[in-house]
């Protein structure tokens, strides 16, 4: 039993836990392009607020300066991966994930 | 006291927002499901006092990224429901939920193991003196320690913003037509 005392950062870790497997759950289940983009963004948010957790576990602030830099790589992700699915979804509308399979040998 | 509830409403913000983008089959309220999470992580790093981090994710997830879903969406008109019968994968389905429950588990189990071992070396190093502190202290690292990481971002996102123009770009009528014309295949 976890202590009712005051909030612990292992609360805050099992939260990021429940987080990234939720999101992992979506990449494996949704087929829609779209939502498994939204699944890694969760995921990447678990990351991150285990990341600030530790930070002031330790008390130190590279942890935050780690999220930084992740905040800025998920945005350039989220940027370039939009621009591919509008590049395949303006030729097939109804594509789906399954349906991207042209490159594979 | 105060920080239990905070933490429990944020918590559940966290985990329905969560489920709402694994669960609805609309997309567009699957990325406002997602912003609701969004807003539980930014109030659980207000509470974990890292303020600049909580602010910039609001603007840049909840402003712009989730923005971009909606545009993208919006744009290519699928907003439809999709039909969840003819998934290609049946299988996956289900067995997708097993893997979450497993990854949870694992790592669940991880944490509660590590809880007792995990050596708390001092809270004082991160100034919470002054309303700014946070903010100080995160440009100090990042613009003397990270000074090179951090230009390197900007790098990157300029190959983004590139890339993705030309990703979706429509191809030049007349310059392919010009390029035929000369016998150049493209």
């Given at each position: 039993?976890?202590?009712?005392?005051?909030?612990t950062p292992t609360w805050?870790l099992?939260?990021?836990a429940?987080?990234?497997a939720?999101?992992?759950?979506?990449?494996?289940?949704?087929?829609?392009?779209l939502?498994?983009f939204?699944?890694?963004e969760?995921m990447?948010?678990?990351?991150?607020?285990?990341f600030?957790?530790?930070s002031?576990?330790?008390?130190d602030?590279?942890?935050?300066?780690?999220v930084?830099?992740v905040?800025?790589?998920?945005a350039a992700e989220?940027?370039?991966g939009?621009g591919?699915?509008?590049?395949?979804?303006?030729?097939?509308p109804s594509?789906?994930?399954?349906?991207?399979a042209e490159?594979?040998? | 006291?105060?920080?239990?509830?905070?933490?429990i409403?944020?918590?559940?913000m966290?985990l329905?927002g969560a489920l709402?983008?694994?669960?609805?089959?609309n997309?567009?309220?699957?990325?406002?499901?997602?912003v609701?999470?969004?807003f539980?992580?930014a109030v659980?790093?207000?509470?974990?006092e890292?303020h600049?981090?909580?602010?910039?994710?609001v603007?840049?997830?909840?402003?712009?990224?989730?923005?971009?879903?909606?545009?993208?969406?919006?744009?290519?008109?699928?907003?439809?429901?999709?039909d969840?019968r003819t998934?290609?994968?049946?299988?996956?389905?289900?067995?997708?939920p097993?893997?979450?429950?497993?990854?949870l588990g694992?790592?669940?189990a991880?944490?509660?193991?590590a809880r007792?071992?995990t050596?708390v070396?001092?809270?004082?190093?991160?100034d919470?003196?002054g309303h700014?502190?946070n903010?100080?202290?995160?440009?100090?690292?990042?613009f003397?320690?990270y000074?090179?990481?951090?230009?390197?971002t900007?790098v990157?996102?300029?190959?983004?913003?590139v890339?993705?123009?030309l990703?979706a770009?429509?191809?030049?009528?007349?310059?392919?037509a010009?390029?035929?014309?000369a016998?150049?295949?493209s």
């Amino acid at each position: 039993m976890i202590a009712v005392a005051n909030v612990t950062p292992t609360w805050y870790l099992l939260l990021a836990a429940a987080l990234f497997a939720l999101g992992c759950t979506g990449v494996l289940v949704r087929r829609n392009p779209l939502v498994m983009f939204m699944c890694i963004e969760l995921m990447l948010n678990a990351v991150n607020l285990s990341f600030v957790a530790f930070s002031r576990t330790y008390g130190d602030i590279k942890g935050q300066t780690t999220v930084f830099f992740v905040l800025v790589v998920a945005a350039a992700e989220v940027v370039v991966g939009l621009g591919i699915v509008v590049a395949i979804l303006r030729r097939r509308p109804s594509a789906n994930a399954d349906d991207i399979a042209e490159l594979k040998g | 006291m105060i920080e239990i509830i905070v933490f429990i409403a944020a918590s559940l913000m966290v985990l329905v927002g969560a489920l709402g983008v694994i669960l609805r089959t609309n997309p567009v309220h699957a990325a406002l499901s997602l912003v609701l999470t969004l807003f539980g992580v930014a109030v659980h790093f207000v509470s974990m006092e890292a303020h600049f981090l909580a602010a910039v994710q609001v603007i840049v997830y909840a402003g712009a990224i989730v923005v971009l879903f909606l545009f993208v969406i919006m744009l290519l008109g699928v907003d439809k429901a999709e039909d969840l019968r003819t998934e290609p994968m049946l299988r996956q389905r289900y067995l997708g939920p097993l893997v979450g429950v497993g990854v949870l588990g694992l790592v669940g189990a991880a944490i509660l193991v590590a809880r007792s071992r995990t050596i708390v070396k001092s809270v004082e190093g991160l100034d919470t003196v002054g309303h700014d502190a946070n903010v100080k202290q995160l440009a100090r690292s990042l613009f003397s320690d990270y000074v090179f990481a951090f230009e390197l971002t900007s790098v990157l996102l300029v190959i983004a913003v590139v890339g993705t123009v030309l990703l979706a770009r429509r191809p030049n009528k007349g310059l392919q037509a010009a390029r035929e014309k000369a016998g150049v295949s493209s």
